[in-house]
């Protein structure tokens, strides 16, 4: 499963987030001021790469969904708006300060932030910090949130995603999982 304890949260609550409102999902920019896990390889057949050069990663973008880059950012969306994840590179100093600007950006743009989980992970063989639950979005909908923080060589990445609650886990959770599986960091 993607994230080990957080694949519960993710089933239970789903991934949090934007998508009900169309409000853009958070990812810290520059401006924004335990014992990993591996997860699980489950790439789906039916993915097309997407490179962000300017970000320095590539994603395998399952079939239906759209990506959209905006500089070093990318906002990927979900057929019928199912599920939101955005990507982009983090201004950091460390795993543990890249993990709060993910936490604190999401706390900034949303109500009634509610933590169920955190761990620590690994993505793309690196490094990560994951934090999910769930969250009320500016048009009162509640959505679920997954925020994982990636370290990279000598940089950091963040992945955010995000769906209504009243999503079907089944529908959205193979999808953040392929996502997710397929992250990978560009070599400098």
Do not use: K
């Amino acid at each position: 499963m993607i994230l080990a304890a957080a694949a519960f949260v993710i089933g239970a609550l789903v991934v949090g987030g934007v998508v009900a409102s169309r409000d853009p999902a958070p990812v810290a920019s520059s401006a924004d001021a335990g014992t990993p896990s591996p997860i699980e390889e489950t790439p789906s057949p039916s993915t097309e790469p997407y490179v962000n050069e300017r970000g320095g990663y590539s994603v395998g973008l399952p079939t239906g969904w759209r990506a959209r880059g905006d500089g070093p950012a990318t906002n990927l969306r979900g057929p019928d708006d199912e599920a939101a994840v955005s990507i982009g590179p983090l201004d950091a100093a460390s795993l543990s300060s890249a993990s709060r600007a993910l936490l604190r950006a999401l706390r900034e743009g949303y109500e009634d932030v509610e933590v169920a989980s955190r761990n620590r992970q690994e993505v793309a063989g690196a490094s990560a910090r994951a934090v999910a639950g769930t969250a009320v979005n500016r048009q009162g909908a509640r959505l679920r949130f997954l925020v994982i923080a990636v370290r990279g060589e000598g940089r950091y990445f963040g992945i955010n995603v995000f769906a209504p609650e009243s999503s079907d886990p089944a529908q959205v959770l193979p999808a953040v999982q392929t996502i997710v599986s397929t992250f990978e960091i560009a070599r400098s």
